[in-house]
C-alpha cells in the first residue's frame, strides 16, 4: 500500500492564481481530512469527509473548496491565492472515527504565494 | 471549546536523559487525547492514545504518557532518549461529536538530542 499520497510537494503561486492539491489514499479509507500548519503552529483542520459524496467544514475553511467523488480522491481547491495560504498542507486519512481508528497522514505539500 | 497548551517550544536532552514533554488539555467533555511525532519534511504519525481505561498509555518506540484527570494533563515521556527521537511532538485533544472526532493540536514541541 502506498498510505495516502500527495502531489505536488512544493508550490509556488502567484496571488490570485487557482491550484488544486491532490490526495489519494490507497486504503478504503472512509474519512478524510485537509489540515494546514503554520510555521510555529499546530494543524489545523480545513475541510473533512466522511464518506464519497459528504464534506464538511473545519476549523478555517474559508479561501478554500473540497470534493469526495470518490473513496480514495480528496483534492482540495484554492481559487484566488492569497499571501495568508503559504502553508504547508497535509491530508490524511482514517478507517472511522478518530478515538477508535489511527489517522494516517501524507507527506504534506509546501505551498508558498507570492 | 477544547484545547491543548504545550509548554516549551523546544526541549534539549542528553542521550540517555529521560524525555518529558508536557501536554495540557482544556475540555467540556471526557477528552480523548494523543501525542503525534513528525520527523523532518514529512507527515505526523500517531504515537498513542487515550480513549477509556488504563490511565497510563504506552506507545510506539518507548513512549508513554499519563492521563491525570485532576490536574488535565497528558505529558508524554521515555526513560531514555535516542538520537533518532530528535522530531517535533505533537498533543491533541478530541471531543466526541455526532458529526465525528475533530482533534485540536497543541502547537507543537521540537525535541533536539545531544550526543
Known amino acids: 500500500n502506498a498510505g495516502v499520497t500527495q502531489t505536488p510537494k512544493f508550490r509556488i503561486l502567484k496571488i490570485g492564481q487557482s491550484m488544486t492539491l491532490q490526495c489519494a489514499q490507497d486504503m478504503n479509507h472512509n474519512y478524510m481530512y485537509w489540515y494546514r500548519q503554520d510555521p510555529g503552529m499546530g494543524l489545523k483542520l480545513i475541510y473533512y469527509?466522511?464518506?464519497?459524496?459528504?464534506?464538511d467544514k473545519g476549523e478555517v475553511p474559508n479561501g478554500y473548496n473540497v470534493s469526495r467523488s470518490t473513496t480514495e480522491d480528496f483534492p482540495l481547491r484554492l481559487e484566488l491565492a492569497a499571501p495568508s495560504q503559504t502553508s504547508v498542507y497535509f491530508c490524511?486519512?482514517?478507517?472511522?472515527?478518530?478515538?477508535?481508528?489511527?489517522?494516517?497522514f501524507g507527506p504534506g505539500t509546501r505551498l508558498t504565494v507570492l | 471549546a477544547q484545547s491543548v497548551t504545550q509548554l516549551g517550544s523546544h526541549v534539549s536532552v542528553s542521550e540517555g536523559a529521560l524525555v518529558l514533554l508536557r501536554c495540557n488539555y482544556s475540555?467540556?467533555?471526557?477528552?480523548?487525547l494523543f501525542w503525534y511525532v513528525q520527523y523532518p519534511n514529512q507527515g505526523l504519525q500517531l504515537l498513542l492514545k487515550?480513549?477509556?481505561?488504563?490511565?497510563l498509555v504506552k506507545g510506539i518506540n518507548g513512549f508513554e504518557a499519563e492521563f491525570k484527570k485532576s490536574e488535565t494533563s497528558f505529558h508524554l515521556t521515555k526513560p531514555s532518549a535516542h538520537m533518532s527521537d530528535a522530531a517535533e511532538y505533537f498533543c491533541a485533544v478530541s471531543e466526541e461529536k455526532s458529526s465525528g472526532d475533530k482533534l485540536t493540536f497543541g502547537t507543537g514541541t521540537r525535541l533536539a538530542v545531544r550526543p
Open positions: 487515550y480513549t477509556t481505561g488504563a490511565t
Open positions: 469527509s466522511v464518506g464519497a459524496g459528504i464534506t
Open positions: 490524511a486519512s482514517s478507517q472511522g472515527q478518530i478515538r477508535r481508528n489511527e489517522q494516517f
Open positions: 475540555s467540556s467533555v471526557p477528552p480523548y
